[in-house]
């Protein structure tokens, strides 16, 4: 079941920010497998916003290993 995020905008902004942050972190400490799952728990529409915030935050070298990981595991 997709987790559910807030109904209002800035809630809603908060939470993908939190969320993406949160699964960065745990990507860049080695917990790859966190980052999928991460993802599959939400709406495929929210997933989306939070891969977009990741790699616009994340250095070359980790939107780089994100993308491998990603591509692997499909």
């Known amino acids: 079941m997709a ?3 807030p109904i209002g905008c ?3 902004y908060n ?3 939190h969320i993406a942050d ?3 972190e745990t990507f860049i400490n080695g917990n790859k ?3 999928l799952a991460g993802l599959e728990e939400l709406e495929p529409k929210t997933a989306y916003a939070v891969l ?3 790699m616009r935050t994340a250095s070359g070298e980790t939107r780089e290993a994100i ?4 591509l692997e595991v499909a």
């Open 10 to 12: 800035s809630a809603r």
């Open 22 to 24: 949160e699964l960065l």
């Open 52 to 54: 977009s915030r990741m």
């Open 3 to 5: 987790k559910t995020l």
């Open 67 to 70: 993308g491998i990981y990603l």
């Open 33 to 35: 497998s966190d980052l």
């Open 15 to 17: 939470a993908i920010i």
